[in-house]
Nanobody, 121 residues
Framework: QVQLVESGGGLVQAGGSLRLSCAASGSIFSINTMGWYRQAPGKQRELVAR???????NYADSVKGRFTISRDNAKNTMYLQMASLKPEDTAVYYC???????????????WGQGTQVTVSS
């Protein structure tokens, strides 16, 4: 089974920066596309950014130019560097990965437990 653990969330003032990490562990054969999603109170979960195994990226319009997604395949870890944060970026941020596990089951989607990001005005 594959587990995803996010870290790096917290409270920051508007205009500040944070870096989120998502580490995958367990019996992993391969990880395909990974992504960051977020869910604000009373709103649906939305895609923030996504990165393929080859490094191709795409971003939500609301974060283009401010957020940067990256991954270290050797460490099975993904990152989200967030800059120029705005109060509307406040949400729980979730890590997602499309994986094939050590038993060659999948690919299937895994989710982390989420990490809170709060941006104060």
């Amino acid at each position: 089974q594959v587990q995803l653990v996010e870290s790096g969330g917290g409270l920051v003032q508007a205009g500040g920066s944070l870096r989120l990490s998502c580490a995958a562990s367990g019996s992993i054969f391969s990880i395909n596309t990974m992504g960051w999603y977020r869910q604000a109170p009373g709103k649906q979960r939305e895609l923030v950014a996504r990165i393929t195994g080859g490094g191709s990226t795409n971003y939500a319009d609301s974060v283009k130019g401010r957020f940067t997604i990256s991954r270290d395949n050797a460490k099975n870890t993904m990152y989200l560097q967030m800059a120029s944060l705005k109060p509307e970026d406040t949400a729980v941020y979730y890590c997602n990965a499309n994986v094939r596990d050590g038993k060659l089951l999948g690919p299937y989607d895994c989710w982390g437990q989420g990490t809170q990001v709060t941006v104060s005005s």
